[in-house]
């Protein structure tokens, strides 16, 4: 699998006046689309597109096409994905992003109507003011659920909207172009329950960094 990413993305409206964005487009070796995607300066400064196992092999064009009167400027990369699995409700893991601009993925199992919330702790950004590291959050069809991002020294505490379907997720970290890290992650589904007025004490207990309670 391969992941395709933008880094130092900067767009140009041109007098247009909506919100610049840019389809990337990648077509099989027989010209019919093999998948696409939309960014837009909601992702920058960097954004990536996450590819299924090819299944035919042969020669695959990529196009990235701004929108209306927009410009884009920005480095491509097409690298192999870094994959690794996070548990819901599992230990800490220590996540390593040793190429600067190439995101990391880690895999976990999602339920559909399920509320989860990520942690993210101890980030190390090496050059420590050479920017955010970008947090994403995928759907199993690889669309982008949630953003977020966090600096050096600083915790990251990243709430789900509620998860529309059963399957695969990810959790993508793509380091600052020019910087190493690393970073500390806990994924915790958030403790549900029902309290009611005047009814009997409800009893809560938190007890994992950044999980939360809906009731």
Same mark, same amino acid.
């Given at each position: 699998k391969l992941i395709i990413s933008l880094s130092e993305m900067s767009f140009m409206p041109n007098g247009?006046?909506? $919100?610049?964005?840019?389809? =990337?487009?990648? %077509?099989? #070796? /027989? !010209? $019919?689309? %093999?998948? $696409? @995607?939309? =960014? @837009? #300066? %909601?992702?920058? #400064? &960097? !954004? &990536?597109l996450n590819l299924a196992a090819f299944t +035919?092999?042969?020669?695959?064009?990529? $196009?990235?096409?701004? @929108? /209306?009167?927009?410009?884009?400027?920005?480095? +491509?990369s097409i690298k192999p994905q870094a994959s690794g699995t996070i548990t819901v409700n599992g230990s800490t893991i220590s996540a390593s992003m040793p190429i600067a601009g190439q995101p990391v993925l880690y895999n976990f199992a999602g339920t559909s109507g399920q509320y989860l919330s990520l942690a993210v702790t101890g980030v190390a950004v090496n050059p420590a003011t050479a920017g955010n590291v970008?947090?994403?959050?995928?759907?199993p069809d690889t669309s982008a659920l949630i953003a977020s991002s966090v600096g050096n020294g600083i915790n990251a505490f990243v709430d789900f909207p509620i998860l529309a379907a059963t399957g695969t997720y990810v959790v993508e970290l793509t380091p600052p172009t020019g910087a190493a890290a690393t970073a500390n992650l806990l994924l915790s589904s958030v403790i549900t329950g029902t309290a009611t007025t005047n009814g009997a004490i409800l009893p809560l207990a938190i007890t994992r960094v950044g999980q939360n309670a809906r009731l």
């Open positions: 247009y006046t909506q $919100t610049c964005s840019a389809s =990337i487009n990648v %077509f099989k #070796p /027989d !010209g $019919t689309l %093999f998948t $696409t @995607s939309i =960014i @837009s #300066p %909601f992702y920058a #400064p &960097s !954004g &990536s +035919v092999a042969g020669t695959y064009t990529l $196009t990235i096409n701004p @929108s /209306d009167r927009c410009t884009l400027v920005s480095n +491509v970008q947090i994403r959050i995928l759907n």
